[in-house]
């Protein structure tokens, strides 16, 4: 009865007629539905996590597992997790939260707002006790997701104390594909790239990279976008940035897909993920009332 009191006045504060509305979604998790005429998307409250983004010229561009889980306590499985305030395991914190506690907090609606055919849903969260567990930096992040013939993923983040803090950020984005032993990445050639499935060797990539195997490599000092070729759904999947330098390439194959309880075993062909991040060496730094905002720009076109 809470939630259903919670969603009503949240439909009410958001809501926009026959454009927005704000449902119980998986696992009864808070989610926003955008229905436009330039495209369908979702976004959970629950890590401020978009779990789909179709414009209305071609088909589901994200992939979100079908063993995901739906709770506040875990991450969803897919989509475009944020990740904040650090990267993979915290490096002075074993018993910390892989990957920050960023995607595992409950966000708040900040506004909704409809621009000509596209839809900006922002969420926010401060910093409070919960945060300071683990992190004591003093901030106001929000995340802001535009729904439209692009899907525009900015996340901001500000210093709102009295003393500099460093973060590391990424928006881990899951892309759908048809199948990804035939897809081809463009755009990082030339780049350097710490491989960290042969023990974290700093490597330089030769040309488009074909997955083959288990990859997991963090691309440095690069602003570029990257093309997603995939000939099995006929399409390429743009991913450019702003005020972001290291992309990271990850695709799970075979054993590793089978070692995660929230991917299926053949899920591993479905997907990509191709991440925009600032980590590792490239930390963001803000001193007192200084922000930074990183921006994701997705597109698809034929191929
Ligand atoms: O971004 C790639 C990566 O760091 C991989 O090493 C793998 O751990 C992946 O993230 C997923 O992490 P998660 O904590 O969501 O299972």
Redesign the pocket.
Known sequence: MKQALEIKELNQRFGIPEIVKIVAGHGGLTRVEVTSRSAQGEMYLHGAHVTSWKPSNAEEVLFVSSQSHWNDSR?I?GGV?V?FPW??SKSDDVNAP??GFA?TTAWQLESIVQTGDAVTVSMFIESNEATKKWWPADFRAVHRATFGPELILELEVVNTGKTSFQFEE?L?SYFQVGNIETVLVKGLNGVDYID?IDEKRTKTQNGEIAIVSET?R?YLNTAAAVDVQDPALHRQITIAKENSVST?V?N?WIQ?AKA?P??GDTEWPQMI?I?TCNIGDSFVELTPGQRHQMKAIVRVSKL
Request: with cysteine.
């Open positions: 991450p499985r997790p990740c990267f993979s892989m990957h995607r990424a881990h960290k997991d963090v990271v990850w799970p590793k995660m929230d991917f993920c991440e």
